[in-house]
């Protein structure tokens, strides 16, 4: 059985930056992609960044060089390093890893930019 275990998110101040975590244990399966999705309330889930296995990355326009996604392959670990946060990028954040047949989720991090 998969698990992931974020850490990281919090509350800061427009302009601050924050690093989340996420890190991936118990599975023997072969990992596609890992990644962050956010959700503000009343807002559907919507794809933050993702990371291939090849190390090529996606990010939504939002985030494009605000946000940086990494991962460390031994630690089977994701990184989202968040710069220059906003208060519209408050929300509660899943990170994700892909395998073959799906994917298992984070149980969310809350994020919160605000004064």
């Known amino acids: 059985q998969v698990q992931l275990v974020e850490s990281g998110g919090g509350l800061v101040q427009p302009g601050g930056s924050l690093r989340l975590s996420c890190a991936a244990s118990?599975?023997?399966?072969?990992?596609?992609?890992m990644g962050w999705y956010r959700q503000a309330p009343g807002k559907e889930r919507e794809l933050v960044a993702r990371i291939l296995n090849g190390g090529s990355t996606n990010y939504a326009d939002s985030v494009k060089g605000r946000f940086d996604i990494s991962r460390d392959k031994a630690k089977n670990t994701v990184y989202l390093q968040m710069n220059s946060l906003k208060p519209e990028d408050t929300a509660v954040y899943y990170c994700?890893?892909?395998?073959?047949?799906?994917?298992?989720w984070g149980q969310g991090t809350q994020v919160t930019v605000s004064s």
């Open positions: 994700y890893v892909g395998f073959v047949f799906g994917r298992a």
């Open positions: 118990g599975s023997a399966f072969s990992i596609t992609d």
